[in-house]
């Protein structure tokens, strides 16, 4: 099933606006809203209903018939929207968006291709650390306005914990210097909720890189609707809700840790030594969190760069001028080394400059 949304003044195709935050045709500014369009908008959905996927040799790529002009257009298995490879129409794949496929919710795009890409450069002039013809004219090949699909999910952390915490006090005692150092056992019981910790669903995006997207504004969050969709890329999860749990699971443990040890005070030293701790889902949805993903080529080498397209916060790993990092690192060298030498003279020593 293919869902194309085609304005109703003109035919052109329809696509989600990050500015008006409404889907706009770009040929003759017709707009509509998301949720005006999926009651009896489904009208206009075109909507093929032999569910034409022709599944290929390799099962991880299907192919679907383009309603603009008929020709087929390849997908990798977990595309949910993509754009005709020929004529450019915005293709969503409806039949990867229902039952236990649909999203619950979505963050619509806020931030336009334009903007992101104007901040994208900015950000690279700034990287002190990277060659200064990267900086000055980075050479975007190619941008990808992206739902990425994560998990979000509200956990209930309950356990307890031991700590070992010293107090210490210093004295002289005649001619000697006396450290006297208290030990003592804490326990600590906790019970704890934790709502919206993101993890991303989706095997090609890095997990590192997903992670300092966020955080992402839940009061964005709209109930999902297909026609966001429209004009951009979007992916349904590899991973079930299930198995990210694991690695929320850490996520949680840590700000366990955080939260017991912030709880304890009046020690000059706290470790945690035992814990068992019990981290259970109390809910789970499946939201599509919006990105633009910027490829870049340098010397011949691939770089991609990643922008939360709801609050403008972008990451990626850089190329790195090892000049540039020496001459830094220079400048702070030889800041230390005069504070020496100023700290012997002043204690009276003799430097050998
Ligand atoms: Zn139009
Ligand atoms: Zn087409």
């Known amino acids: 099933m293919v869902f194309q949304y085609k304005c109703p003044d003109c035919g052109a195709d329809l696509k989600f606006d990050a500015n008006q935050g409404m889907i706009a045709c770009e040929n003759c500014g017709h707009t509509e809203k998301v949720e005006e369009m999926t009651g009896d908008g489904q009208l206009r959905q075109s909507t093929d209903t032999d569910h034409q996927d022709v599944p290929m040799e390799d099962s ?8 603009n002009c008929g020709a087929f257009v390849m997908t990798d298995k977990n595309t949910t929207a993509t754009k005709c490879s020929f004529c450019q129409a915005p293709i969503i794949l409806g039949d990867r968006l229902e039952g236990m496929l649909k999203p619950d919710y979505c963050i619509p795009f806020k931030i336009d291709r ?26 975007v090949k190619k941008v990808e306005g992206l739902y990425a699909p994560f998990w979000v999910y509200n956990c209930i952390g309950q356990g307890e914990a031991m700590l070992k915490c010293t107090t210490s006090h210093h004295y002289t005692e005649g001619s000697y210097d006396v450290t006297e150092t208290n030990h003592y056992d ?33 009061s964005q969050l709209v109930k999902f609707e297909a026609p966001y969709l429209t004009g951009y890329l979007a992916e349904k999860y590899d991973y079930t809700d ?13 700000y366990m840790d955080s939260y017991i040890l912030d709880s304890v005070h009046g020690y000059d030293t706290k470790n945690i030594s035992e814990r068992h701790y019990n981290i259970n ?28 397209a709801e609050t403008g916060k972008i990451a990626g790993k850089p190329p790195i001028s090892v000049p540039n990092v020496l001459a830094h690192i220079g400048v702070s060298t030889v800041a230390i080394f005069i504070l020496l030498r100023l700290l012997v003279v002043l204690l009276g020593g003799t430097f050998l400059w």
Do not use: H
Request: some cysteine.
């Open 60 to 67: 991880s790529v299907v192919s679907y018939q383009c309603q």
């Open 114 to 139: 334009q903007t992101a890409d104007l901040a994208f450069k900015k950000w690279a002039k700034r990287l002190r650390f990277s060659p200064m013809d990267f900086r000055k004219s980075v050479k």
């Open 186 to 218: 804490v326990y600590r019981s906790v019970d704890t909720t934790f709502k919206g910790i993101p993890a991303d669903a989706s095997e090609r995006l890095e997990d590192r890189l997903m992670d300092i997207m966020e955080p992402f504004d839940y």
């Open 242 to 254: 299930k198995e990210m749990f694991p690695r929320v699971q850490k996520r949680v443990s840590n």
């Open 281 to 308: 889902r109390s809910y789970t949805s499946y939201c599509l969190f919006p990105i633009w993903i910027n490829y870049v080529t340098y010397k011949d080498k691939d770089y991609s760069f990643a922008m939360n």
